[in-house]
């Protein structure tokens, strides 16, 4: 539950009073080294990379010296990209019963704007290697970046783009816990950094998120920003401001808020030529501003973003700010963001390109020009992880990194991951609006646009360069089944109320709780899809049943809140031909025994 930590960070609704925003941050804290355990004593372990890496050769060496190993597997990964190429680099044909995975990405190459599509080779490799895992029974993946950002201090060089590994393992942990391992970070320019990840992988530690440096253990947490108000600004009305995202949507919203907040030039970046609604909202725009140019440029296109900076710079344009905003989740009409099992190339690319490559692309563009302003608007499923949004939250983290290469310098930078936002974007959509409805059964809020605007006027005076932006029910709480197993978000969750079952299902023979859960999954199953239970056969197949997606997730916070058992979405969504007494035997596998004995 998150009661307690947003009575000192909400900063004030509209008019309406309703779904205040909370800010939070990720803070950095020193840990103490766990001691060395046994655990690890029969596992297999595959220290793999992308390109030559001396820090994964050193950790195979250390896992291989420790004795804490069965075996270690060494491979270099340079051009596979395919599922049956990592698959094959992997052996995943080879028996496991403990089967661990180390993926190194501190040899993959920086981004470079001259590559275009070329730049993100490895991600696609390692969303493989994610699938993969979550495929192969026994198998626990951990992911090893250097990004010179993460923990208290960062420690070049920067490597943004590699944020994309942190919100694709987010998600990865939420939708595939048993095959998840963690995220580590570490210094590049340190030698003995792949000691240090051997040393923390033989320890039996709990964390999955940490970052290893000279000076030691760091370990995040998500708290809340206390002391902060919405304050109305004004911009200076000289300065240009441009906008990606085009006339549309939160993009429009955001341009009407600059226009009345003072700023008089804009200039708005849309992949689409203008039509009849998009001229009607530029020229709403033009009667506000005193000059307001749209042109048609796909942001996440180097050599467009390149000859668009080097324009500004020769007009001397001076930049009061760059919101970047663009995002695209659709590809040939249907969506691109998709669960970690089922995600393609195709759809990472689509959502890569415009949030990710474009926030990079713009990044370069305020460094060319001096701006004052570089705001970026990701997603809270990146900091909080979110089942079937993998590639679109690890698309995501990377404006978070962006933010943060620019501490210390005169543009202030600031990634806001937003929650569910109604009324434009994916939220109009009726996809979003499923979701969201979703959401708000576990206490996750839908910020309306007065809610956007107000907190994004007090997140800008915040000191840090990544805020969360959430609403939460007061009364509920915040009711995600991952809050209560993931380290970095212990000084969040709380009550949340798991288990409610229990208490009945100890005071039943053990050969009939099967049956019991059985018949529970088809009660919620039937009120979530709107049919008579006799209409929900306990031997169909879930997908003759009619579970998407969208069901899957309601189903996985229904079994957590009847039973205290934290299913992966891969389980329910990956294995659709699977029956509800399938399931209901699977769930009285997982029964938390001590939990069992306190309620009976």
């Not at 939070?24 to 355990?37: K, L, M, T, Y």
């Not at 395919?82 to 019963?97: H, Q, T, Y």
């Not at 808020?257 to 039509?275: E, K, Q, T």
């Not at 916070?557 to 992966?568: E, P």
Request: proline content about 4%.
């Amino acid at each position: 539950m998150i009661e307690s930590a947003l009575s000192s960070t909400s900063l004030p609704a509209d008019a309406t009073g309703e779904g205040n925003a909370g800010l939070f941050s990720i803070g950095w804290q020193p840990a103490e080294w766990p001691e060395r355990g046994a655990a690890a004593a029969m596992a297999q372990w595959h220290v793999i990379s992308w390109g030559p890496s001396a820090s994964a050769d050193r950790c195979h060496d250390a896992l291989r010296a420790s004795g804490l190993a069965a075996g270690v597997a060494r491979a270099t990964l340079a051009v596979a990209t395919s599922a049956a190429e990592v698959a094959a680099s992997l052996r995943w044909d080879l028996p496991a019963a403990d089967r661990r995975v180390v993926f190194f990405l501190d040899g993959a190459p920086a981004f470079d704007a001259s590559a275009a599509r070329g730049n993100w080779a490895w991600a696609h490799a390692l969303v493989h290697a994610c699938q993969q895992a979550a495929l192969a029974s026994g198998t626990r993946l951990w992911i090893v970046t250097a990004t010179g950002l993460l923990g208290p201090t960062p420690a070049g060089p920067a490597r943004p783009e590699q944020y994309f590994a942190w919100g694709l393992g987010r998600c990865h942990a939420v939708e595939s816990p048993e095959s998840w391992g963690g995220l580590i970070d570490i210094d590049a320019g340190d030698a003995d950094a792949g000691d240090a990840v051997a040393r923390f992988l033989t320890s039996g530690s709990s964390e999955d998120e940490v970052a290893l440096s000279p000076d030691g253990l760091q370990v995040p947490r998500l708290a809340a920003i206390s002391g902060l108000r919405a304050m109305a600004r004004s911009f200076d009305g000289d300065r240009l401001f441009v906008l990606t995202g085009g006339l549309q949507g939160l993009s429009f919203e955001i341009a009407r808020w600059l226009g009345a907040r003072g700023a008089r030039r804009l200039l708005v970046l849309g992949r689409s030529p203008l039509d009849a609604g998009r001229q009607d909202r530029l020229r709403e725009l033009q009667a506000l501003c005193d000059h307001v140019e749209y042109q048609a440029h796909d942001v996440g296109d180097p050599e467009v973003m390149q000859a668009l900076t080097a324009r500004l710079k020769h007009e001397g344009r001076r930049i009061g700010g760059i919101f970047h905003l663009a995002s695209s989740w659709q590809r040939n009409g249907r969506t691109a963001v998709a669960p970690l099992a089922h995600v393609t190339r195709e759809d990472t690319e689509e959502v890569v390109w415009a949030k990710a490559q474009g926030a990079l692309l713009v990044a370069e563009m305020a460094r060319q020009t001096d701006a004052d302003l570089l705001v970026l608007f990701s997603t809270a499923a990146a900091t909080l992880g979110s089942p079937g949004q993998a590639n679109y939250a690890g698309a995501n983290s990377v404006l978070d990194g962006v933010a943060r290469q620019f501490e210390g310098s005169r543009t202030r930078a600031l990634s806001v991951a937003w929650g569910p936002i109604a009324e434009a974007g994916f939220g109009n959509s009726e996809q979003g609006r499923d979701l969201h409805e979703l959401w708000e059964r576990v206490g996750l809020r839908r910020l309306r646009l007065a809610h956007v605007l107000s907190t994004l006027d007090g997140s800008l005076d915040a000191p840090e360069s990544h805020v969360t932006a959430i609403s939460v029910d007061e009364d509920q709480g915040l009711s995600l089944p991952w809050l209560q197993s993931r380290p970095i978000f212990e000084g969040l969750s709380g009550s949340a109320a798991t288990g409610l079952l229990l208490p009945e299902l100890a005071s039943l023979p053990p050969a009939q709780r099967v049956d019991f859960i059985a018949r529970t999954l088809r009660a919620s199953l039937a009120t979530i899809l709107n049919l008579d239970e006799q209409d929900v056969g306990l031997e169909a197949p879930l997908a003759d049943l009619g579970v998407d997606s969208l069901v899957a997730l309601e189903m996985l916070f229904t079994v957590d809140r009847d039973f205290g058992v934290s299913l992966g979405f891969d389980e329910t969504l990956l294995g659709m031909d699977v029956t509800l007494r399938a399931l209901a035997g699977e769930i009285d596998r997982r029964l938390p025994a001590q939990a069992l004995e306190m309620a009976a």
